[in-house]
């Protein structure tokens, strides 16, 4: 089983991280009363949202040429929000400050929702046009919140307000939030200093426009293309069917099969194809995105973030970008994610000598006559596999059927927090792949939000796994309830037939699911401490411990059942898979932890000028990396780390989470297991509903009675004997 660190983000577009914080929102009767003087033809991406379940997004009225102008009305309309605020006569106070604040830019809320779908699922030329205008004005906007001298002024009077004691802890908590996102976005800095910081804010946004559409473009445009039977040896049918289906879509010869230049078309090929040749030239397509020296290569971009983001740093009084991002974090400074990272490097490397050791020896049997090289560590990973633990990836795959797994995550949160799927029909959808469920809770019926699920992969979608939340619950105005989506790149197969996952995209669901329910049980009162909206290095917590429901027997024997005959996986399979949970633990953890040492050393490095090729390459050989493998993320395709502010110098976090959530999944192993009502209870009560009302820290010493260990992950891993 995957520790899956890595297969997803939370949220995609540096927008929507950014508005976090200032966020938003303004009383929509307001907005109404302020448009009194409709247009003849108004936007309706500034419309509130109407419909069943207190409105839904008008994905069905989307047109591209909408979102400029919408995006531009709704900056202004929350400008002149923020400047009613500042220029309150009445002297400041949390209702009329930081209350007030939560009650601005609704609209552009709403509008940069629909905007990140469609920049995240639906992008095409015509989007990427509009994308690249808008970027540096989105950045622009930010910034002229965040420098607005008098109304700073204001939350910082609250801040210091003695009267502050007397608030809320949920109160406190908010101000608290924006002092501090006030202060480390430039509060405080001279106004040449305030320019200046805006400036390279604006370039920035450019520039990680700039390089997610070219990793984009890259995975969209580039395949591998296998022209006869001889080229699809050692492929599963399954591999097979979406290597025709993909060479339908890019127009190919009938009768040839296309491996996509993306992680779900890669690593299957990966795994099983047997031409060893075409294994290389695969590999090298998919590592090399962003770095093919072309009109889409990233390296000058790269250069160009890294020393605008030295810059901004030391502008704001960091000594690295790194020490500016972890400031806010659970880990707090640089050093801690590092420590914790190469403690755990180390014994994963010696791990991976041992996993090469026993592909070489394979190998060697075989008389394959070869130096395992890194295009062929998942095949012979998958032949270790089956001949270790009798285990083969296929004789899993027909139990775990996508749509029977999804009912799977319902019932467990049925189990957990109580909460009942129902199909929603009503709703629009952004493409007709997508469906929508209503979430209730089963004991009161009362509405909980809504989920939409959005699985296939598509042209214009990105790759990868992630959540995005569409609409946070709170009740600063009335009661709002969540509404979040889960997205995947599932290959569709052949009509008709239910499509088959492996184990890993079972686990990544699981995943995702956990980010939707860590929105859904959100309960707060102030959208910006809603949900997942919480420190970057805690928010896959949740996500992560909700993998380890996936293997419990509830779940496999109810909803792990073969596609043909309805039977539940069997029990031997499901030993022997119980059994392999540590098998190739020593990759999967080395490759995402080089991504994330190299992340957080690139960021550790000051405003040199880096050559982005080169430094990985000189990080990496001073870590000793197995040459047997690459980084997950290379550096020239590394879009949570370079496609915006998001997880840079933070990729660390799914480790620092990973932590926490195997050291709270032995509160259920400790108790009656992972169904025992009162530590799901415990768990619903100080982790998934809190949002970010609390410190991290204190919410899971409050679940747990203590800190985390790391012994526990350890352990997961198969790193201690
Ligand atoms: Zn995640």
Do not use: C
Not at 75 to 94: G, H, S, V, Y
Not at 164 to 178: G, V
Not at 515 to 543: C, I, K, M, Q, W
């Amino acid at each position: 089983m995957r520790a899956s660190i890595t297969r997803s983000f939370l949220l995609l577009f540096a927008f929507a991280m950014v508005f976090m914080a200032v966020s938003d929102h303004l009383n929509n009767t307001t907005v109404q009363a302020d448009m009194s003087a409709p247009a003849a033809d108004p936007n309706p991406l500034l419309a509130n949202w109407e419909g069943p379940y207190g409105g839904v997004p008008p994905f069905d009225r989307v047109q591209i040429t909408l979102f400029k102008p919408a995006l531009e009305d709704a900056m202004t309309e929350q400008l002149a929000e923020t400047d009613r605020i500042a220029k309150n006569p009445a002297p400041p106070t949390f209702e009329n400050t930081i209350a007030a604040g939560e009650l601005t830019g609704r609209t552009l809320d709403r509008v940069t929702t629909i905007y990140g779908v469609w920049a995240g699922t639906m992008s095409g030329p015509e989007f990427q046009k509009v994308q690249r205008e808008v970027a540096p004005k989105l950045a622009a906007f930010n910034d002229k919140i965040y420098q607005n001298e008098a109304l700073f002024k204001r939350i910082e009077a609250v801040y210091n307000s003695p009267a502050k004691q007397k608030l809320t802890p949920e109160q406190q908590r908010l101000t608290w939030l924006y002092y501090t996102n006030f202060v480390r976005a430039g509060a405080r800095l001279n106004s040449d200093a305030k320019a200046r910081l805006s400036q390279i804010n604006q370039k920035l946004a450019g520039l990680y426009t700039k390089f997610g559409q070219n990793v984009l473009a890259e995975e969209d445009g580039q395949f591998v293309l296998l022209k006869s039977e001889a080229d699809l040896a050692g492929l599963p049918q399954s591999v097979r069917d979406a290597a025709a289906a993909a060479a339908i879509t890019k127009k190919q010869p009938a009768g040839t099969g296309a491996i996509s230049n993306t992680r779900s078309s890669v690593d299957p090929f990966l795994t099983y194809s047997a031409r060893r040749d075409l294994r290389e030239q695969v590999w090298r397509m998919f590592v090399n995105r962003g770095d093919n020296g072309d009109e889409h290569d990233n390296n000058a971009t790269i250069t160009e973030i890294l020393q605008l983001r030295a810059e901004r740093a030391k502008l704001l009084g960091f000594p690295t970008h790194a020490h500016w991002r972890l400031e806010n974090a659970m880990a707090k400074t640089p050093e801690r994610a590092m420590q914790l990272m190469l403690a755990v490097w180390k014994p994963a490397v010696t791990r991976v000598h041992e996993e090469v050791g026993d592909m070489q020896r394979l190998a060697d049997k075989e008389g394959a006559n070869l130096k395992i090289e890194p295009w062929d560590y998942r095949y012979y990973a998958e032949k270790v596999r089956k001949e270790k633990f009798d285990l083969d990836q296929n004789e899993v795959k027909p139990y775990l059927q996508l749509e029977k797994l999804r009912e799977g995550i319902f019932w467990v949160a049925g189990e957990l927090f109580n909460f009942n799927f129902t199909p929603a029909t009503n709703v629009p959808v952004a493409h007709p792949d997508i469906r929508v469920w209503e979430v209730t809770d089963k004991t009161s019926k009362k509405h909980i939000g809504l989920w939409y699920f959005d699985p296939y992969a598509r042209a214009g979608k990105r790759s990868g796994a992630w959540m995005n939340a569409y609409r946070s619950q709170e009740r600063v105005n009335g009661e709002v309830t969540t509404i979040v989506s889960n997205n995947a790149n599932f290959v569709k197969g052949k009509p008709g037939e239910p499509l088959l996952i492996s184990w890993d995209d079972a686990s990544t669901m699981f995943h995702e699911f956990g980010h939707a329910l860590h929105g859904l049980n959100s309960n707060v009162t102030y959208p910006s401490l809603s949900g997942t909206a919480v420190a970057r290095d805690y928010v896959e917590f949740p996500s992560q411990l909700m993998e380890h429901w996936l293997s419990t027997p509830e779940v496999l024997n109810r909803f792990a059942v073969h596609y043909q005959t309805g039977k539940p996986i069997p029990q031997t399979l499901v030993d022997r898979i119980k059994k392999s949970a540590t098998f190739n633990q020593g990759f999967i953890t080395v490759e995402y932890l080089a991504a994330a040492l190299v992340d957080m050393k690139l960021h550790l490095a000051g405003d040199q000028k880096i050559d982005p090729d080169k430094f990985e390459k000189d990080t990496l050989a001073e870590l000793g990396m197995p040459h047997e493998i690459v980084m997950r993320h290379r550096t020239p395709q590394f879009l949570h780390v370079f496609g915006s502010d998001g997880y840079s110098a933070g990729y660390y976090s799914y480790l620092w989470a990973d932590v926490i959530t195997a050291d709270a999944f032995g509160a259920f192993v400790e108790g009656g297991g992972p169904y025992d009502k009162k530590v799901a209870e415990h768990l619903r009560k100080n982790i998934f509903s809190v949002g970010n009302t609390i410190d991290p820290a204190e919410a899971y010493r409050n679940f747990r009675g203590r800190e985390p260990k790391v012994e526990a992950l350890m352990k997961k891993r198969g790193f201690t004997s």
